[in-house]
């Protein structure tokens, strides 16, 4: 299995500001997801994270916010922009092989003050 | 919208008894069921995933049942253990897609 790393774990910052997510796996995986997860609630899409080209995003997310870039097979970023304190949430990265398993990270606890 | 989600928010279970979680769905076009289970401060991790043409599958100490009659997915898990207190959440991959849609996921209090 692939195991995901994700930089940082947590950070705190100012609104206004942006951060930028890195996401690294360990082996090569086909597909590179992220996901939004407020305490004690599920896990929502953000978008599919596509190499060599714009991420694809879901409802409610766009390019603006949330950048994306995917370089390569195993390397992502997510970076948060222009953030307020309802983009306080976990950041999580997902890769996916050519079964059904996903693979998270540890996720990023963002808290935007 | 379409939507995955749980009939019970918490499930508080004996130590050694069987845990059976529930899941709804609305969205008939999926081609895998899936359960995570997510541990405080972790990730979700892959549990066990059933194909829709199939209505049982059984792994080590979990059986996941989908009734597609009534768009319905089950987790049981035997003689459950402290260790499985955790969120358990099901999901989906859709038809012609890879991505995977998160149901809104129940957690389970297992008391020694």
């Known amino acids: 299995s692939a195991v995901i790393s994700q930089k940082p774990s947590r950070d705190i910052c100012q609104r206004g500001t942006s951060l930028t997510i890195q996401c690294q796996v360990d082996s090569q995986v086909t597909m590179m997801f992220w996901y939004r997860q407020q305490p004690g609630q599920s896990l929502t899409l953000i978008a599919t994270a596509n190499q060599g080209s714009e991420a694809t995003y879901e409802s409610g997310f766009v390019i603006d916010k949330f950048p994306i870039s995917r370089p390569n097979l195993t390397f992502s970023t997510l970076t948060v922009s222009n953030m307020s304190p309802e983009d306080s949430s976990i950041y999580l990265c997902?890769?996916?092989?050519?079964?059904?398993?996903?693979?998270f990270g540890q996720g990023t606890r963002l808290t935007v003050v | 919208g379409e939507s995955v989600g749980l009939h019970l928010p918490t499930l508080s279970v004996q130590e050694g008894d069987n845990s059976i979680i529930n899941c709804a769905y609305s969205?008939?076009?999926?081609?895998?069921f899936i359960w995570y289970k997510q541990e405080s401060g972790k990730g979700p991790q892959f549990i066990i995933d059933i194909r829709s043409n199939m209505d049982k599958r059984q792994g080590q100490r979990v059986t996941v049942l989908l009734n597609k009659t009534v768009k319905h997915l089950s987790l049981q898990i035997a003689a459950t253990q402290p260790g499985d207190s955790a969120v358990y959440f099901c999901?989906?991959?859709?038809?012609?897609?890879?991505?995977?849609?998160f149901g809104a996921g129940t957690r389970l209090f297992v008391k020694a």
């Open positions: 969205n008939s076009a999926s081609d895998y």
């Open positions: 997902s890769g996916m092989g050519w079964d059904t398993e996903a693979f």
């Open positions: 999901a989906e991959i859709r038809t012609g897609g890879f991505k995977t849609i």
